[in-house]
T-cell receptor, first 117, second 112 residues
């Protein structure tokens, strides 16, 4: 079974600064995907960024980037130029890429990020 | 493009009562998921459908929870009878054959 661990229950960052959220995972799979989802207060969950395990290059999406360390099973999210709208719960998630249960998401417990004006 | 729709958005019931949630996925999405998100935790998969067939319901408490997806489109999740520990947000998500899931706004259930 896969596990996803987010060790930072809460974090805060000043507006316009950079923050990094941590995530580690455990799996014996070779073909898998990693995700960061954002869940704003009272709003629905949306995908922030996705990383395919077979790709060595770290994924980037505008102000969001990841540091994917496959050997260490680490997948951190960096948010640059933080904005007030980035305030949300952030969930790290894992899915298998093939076989039984593929594409099902296993989530961490989340990190509550507050962006301070 | 319309997103995943869920109703009701909020529901308050007493324990031992029954409740049903409805989900309408994004048009054309063959795969549908139901997740349970307890306060302070990440979502946990309850059941996965591919079209109108069940792919995985291993984490669904089948003594009280049931789900169906008629004609491979809309889905309903039912709890009967509800327990206090069922208080949670119930999320529906859908996807194409790719692995990106799109989530609905959720139904917040409070069991008193």
């Amino acid at each position: 079974a896969q596990t996803v661990t987010q060790s930072q229950p809460e974090m805060s960052v000043q507006e316009a600064e950079t923050v990094t959220l941590s995530c580690t995972y455990d799996t014996s799979e070779n073909n898998y995907y990693l995700f960061w989802y954002k869940q704003p207060p009272s709003r629905q969950m949306i995908l922030v960024i996705r990383q395919e395990a077979y790709k060595q290059q770290n994924a980037t999406e505008n102000r969001f980037s990841v540091n994917f360390q496959k050997a260490a099973k680490s997948f951190s999210l960096k948010i640059s130029d933080s904005q007030l709208g980035d305030t949300a719960m952030y969930f790290c998630a894992f899915s298998r890429g093939s076989g039984a249960g593929s594409y099902q998401l296993t989530f961490g417990k989340g990190t509550k990020l507050s962006v301070i004006p | 493009e319309a997103g995943v729709a869920q109703s009701p958005r909020y529901k308050i019931i007493e324990k031992r009562q029954s409740v049903a949630f409805w989900c309408n996925p994004i048009s054309g999405h063959a795969t549908l998921y139901w997740y349970q998100q307890i306060l302070g935790q990440g979502p946990k998969l309850l059941i996965q459908f591919q079209n109108n067939g069940v792919v995985d319901d291993s984490q669904l408490p089948k003594d009280r929870f049931s789900a169906e997806r008629l004609k491979g489109v809309d889905s309903t999740l039912k709890i009967q009878p509800a327990k206090l520990e069922d208080s949670a947000v119930y999320l529906c998500a859908s996807s194409l054959v790719t692995n990106e899931q799109f989530f609905g706004p959720g139904t917040r259930l409070t069991v008193l």
